[in-house]
Every structure is written in structure tokens, then in C-alpha cells.
């Protein structure tokens, strides 16, 4: 079939049309306001619909200069987790198993299981993450460094700091700051620190310090719950994070996420990584 360029641009027109009305979650779900100033950016601006395009009938997305990377698949963009207290050996290996058939960007476990984790993905790219400071983040900033440099030791390649939440809300900068240097000291080539503000505690004042402390430290990510703090992620509070820290830094949304329009949500938000225990089902519902 051929069309002439009058008949492309309909044809796009409708394309374009129908995917938002499928998708009430984009920010900004009127075409006019997506298009208006992102001409040849559509992987870029809008990547994790990408789907949506090749399923309405495209065979291929065209893009201007600058465009950058498509979106990876959506399991390389959540950490499987599992952090319960009573988690046994035989979940955290059930765990793996799931983020290797699935190709998750990592395990989320207790200290403890590390180095159990490490040995089962060996060889995969699959990475195993752990947590520090946690759930409270109240440990001192030299107990959080030991802890990583253990946790690495055994084969962590990220870590999921908690700050001291109660020094922000006394308006200790200083001290926070102190926490989040001594684990970022502590990161081995290679490894990721993200900085776990709990979002649910902290009024949005407290949050925007809170993200800036990480990034002037220099962690890789903020991200804003522990599920240990009474809520999780919003979408509200994602789109905050992303403001203050800018488009380079990662921004992680954990707590709550537990399917597939709420993890579109938060990427839709801003989000480049997501914490989930339903990753499973996640990556069911978008194969569906």
C-alpha cells in the first residue's frame, strides 16, 4: 500500500490519537501538549510507550538527531525484592530464579543473604542489591559504611542506604550529609548507591533537602521508600524527586508498586528504576 505524505500524516494523527486515549496515566494525555515540542523525540519523551506504537501497526519509529536509547523491557527496570524479616533461603533462591528467567536489573535482599544471591546469579546480568541502614536509617554513618564495604565484599553491586530521617526533620543537614558520604566513600567501581529519603515522613520541604543532599554526595539514585515507613511511592513524589535532582540521576520508586499501571505511573513520573515484590506479576500483565 501506498500513501501519499497528506495520508502519512493522518494515518500518524490517528495512531497518535488512539494510543492516548489508552494511556489517562501520561502527564500530559492531550496530543497537542505531547507533540508541541518534542518533533522526532517520541522514543525519547514518551520511551515506555514505544509499545503502544509497534502494536498499533508500526514497523518502524523515526527520530530526529539526539534522540537516544529506546526503553529497555520493562523487567530491566525493577529491582525483585524481597526484604521481609522472615524471608527464608528457599524464597530469596525462588527469588533469583524469577530475576533470571525474567531479566530483572536485580535481587533486593537483607545483608544477610548476599553473598547466597551473588553465587546463584553469578555469571547473569542480574545484580545483586542490598540494603544498609535499614529500615530506620539510624545506625551511625561509620556502622553504614562498614556495612557496605562488607556487603560488597560479598558481592553486593548496589546499595540501598537509608538516611537518618529524624537529623532532617531537626534540620541536620550536616549530619545527613555525613551518612550519605560515608557509603558513597565506601562504593567500589562498579557499585550504585541510592539514597532512601522515606517520603512518607518527610513534608515536601524535607524532601527536596533530602534529595539534594544525595546529589551533591554523589549517589546515583534517591529513592523513597524503605515499605517499612507507613507509605510508598506516589507519583506526586516522583515527579518532586525528578525536579530537584535533574534529568541525570536515577530516581527509584519502591513501596506500593504492585502492577502494571502503577509502575507505568511512576515512570510516566519520572522514574528510571522501580522496587517491587510483584515484579513477577508486572511483567506478566505487560506480556498480556
Same mark, same amino acid.
Given at each position: 500500500?501506498?500513501?501519499?505524505?497528506?495520508?502519512?500524516?493522518?494515518?500518524?494523527?490517528?495512531?497518535?490519537? *488512539?494510543?492516548? *486515549?489508552?494511556?489517562?496515566?501520561?502527564?500530559?494525555? =492531550?496530543?497537542?501538549?505531547?507533540?508541541?515540542?518534542?518533533?522526532?523525540?517520541?522514543?525519547? =519523551? #514518551?520511551?515506555?510507550?514505544?509499545?503502544?506504537?509497534? &502494536?498499533?501497526?508500526?514497523?518502524?519509529?523515526?527520530? &530526529?538527531?539526539?534522540?537516544?536509547?529506546?526503553?529497555?523491557?520493562?523487567?530491566?527496570?525493577?529491582?525483585?525484592?524481597?526484604?521481609?524479616?522472615? @524471608?527464608?533461603?528457599?524464597?530469596?533462591?525462588?527469588?533469583?530464579?524469577?530475576?533470571?528467567?525474567?531479566?530483572? @536489573?536485580?535481587?533486593?535482599?537483607?545483608?544477610?543473604?548476599? @553473598?547466597?544471591?551473588?553465587?546463584?546469579?553469578?555469571?547473569?546480568?542480574?545484580?545483586? #542489591?542490598?540494603?544498609?541502614?535499614?529500615?530506620?536509617?539510624?545506625?551511625?554513618?561509620?556502622?553504614?559504611?562498614?556495612?557496605?564495604?562488607?556487603?560488597?565484599? *560479598?558481592?553486593a553491586e548496589e546499595?540501598?542506604?537509608?538516611?537518618?530521617?529524624?537529623?532532617?526533620?531537626?534540620?541536620? =543537614?550536616?549530619?545527613?550529609?555525613?551518612?550519605?558520604?560515608?557509603?558513597?566513600?565506601?562504593?567500589?567501581?562498579?557499585?550504585?548507591?541510592?539514597?532512601?529519603?522515606?517520603?512518607?515522613?518527610?513534608t515536601d520541604d524535607?524532601?527536596?533537602?533530602? #534529595?539534594?543532599? &544525595?546529589?551533591?554526595?554523589?549517589?546515583?539514585?534517591?529513592?523513597?521508600?524503605?515499605?517499612?515507613?507507613?507509605?510508598?511511592?506516589?507519583?506526586?513524589?516522583?515527579?518532586?524527586?525528578?525536579?530537584?535532582?535533574?534529568?541525570?540521576?536515577?530516581?527509584?520508586?519502591?513501596?506500593?508498586?504492585?502492577?502494571?499501571?502503577?509502575? =507505568?505511573?511512576?515512570?510516566?513520573?519520572?522514574?528510571?528504576?522501580?522496587?517491587?515484590?510483584?515484579?513477577?506479576?508486572?511483567?506478566?500483565?505487560?506480556?498480556?
Amino acid at each position: 500500500m501506498n500513501l501519499d505524505a497528506k495520508a502519512l500524516d493522518a494515518l500518524a494523527e490517528r495512531i497518535v490519537d *488512539q494510543i492516548l *486515549q489508552r494511556d489517562p496515566l501520561h502527564p500530559n494525555h =492531550q496530543r497537542d501538549k505531547v507533540c508541541a515540542n518534542c518533533v522526532g523525540q517520541c522514543v525519547r =519523551q #514518551c520511551s515506555f510507550k514505544l509499545d503502544d506504537f509497534l &502494536a498499533a501497526g508500526a514497523a518502524r519509529v523515526g527520530g &530526529a538527531p539526539g534522540i537516544g536509547s529506546p526503553k529497555p523491557a520493562l523487567a530491566a527496570l525493577i529491582d525483585h525484592t524481597l526484604l521481609k524479616p522472615d @524471608a527464608t533461603e528457599r524464597e530469596v533462591d525462588q527469588l533469583c530464579d524469577e530475576a533470571l528467567q525474567h531479566g530483572f @536489573a536485580s535481587v533486593c535482599v537483607n545483608p544477610v543473604f548476599v @553473598a547466597r544471591c551473588h553465587a546463584r546469579l553469578l555469571g547473569s546480568a542480574v545484580r545483586t #542489591c542490598t540494603v544498609i541502614g535499614f529500615p530506620l536509617g539510624a545506625s551511625l554513618p561509620e556502622v553504614k559504611a562498614a556495612e557496605a564495604r562488607l556487603a560488597q565484599a *560479598q558481592g553486593a553491586e548496589e546499595l540501598d542506604m537509608v538516611i537518618p530521617i529524624g537529623l532532617l526533620k531537626s534540620g541536620r =543537614q550536616d549530619l545527613v550529609r555525613a551518612h550519605v558520604d560515608a557509603v558513597v566513600a565506601a562504593r567500589m567501581p562498579g557499585s550504585v548507591v541510592k539514597v532512601i529519603i522515606e517520603t512518607s515522613l518527610l513534608t515536601d520541604d524535607e524532601k527536596r533537602t533530602a #534529595c539534594r543532599i &544525595a546529589k551533591d554526595a554523589g549517589a546515583d539514585y534517591v529513592k523513597t521508600s524503605t515499605g517499612f515507613g507507613g507509605g510508598g511511592a506516589t507519583a506526586k513524589d516522583i515527579a518532586l524527586m525528578r525536579e530537584v535532582v535533574g534529568p541525570a540521576m536515577g530516581v527509584k520508586a519502591s513501596g506500593g508498586v504492585k502492577d502494571l499501571a502503577a509502575m =507505568q505511573a511512576m515512570l510516566a513520573a519520572g522514574a528510571t528504576r522501580i522496587g517491587a515484590s510483584a515484579g513477577v506479576r508486572i511483567v506478566k500483565e505487560s506480556a498480556a
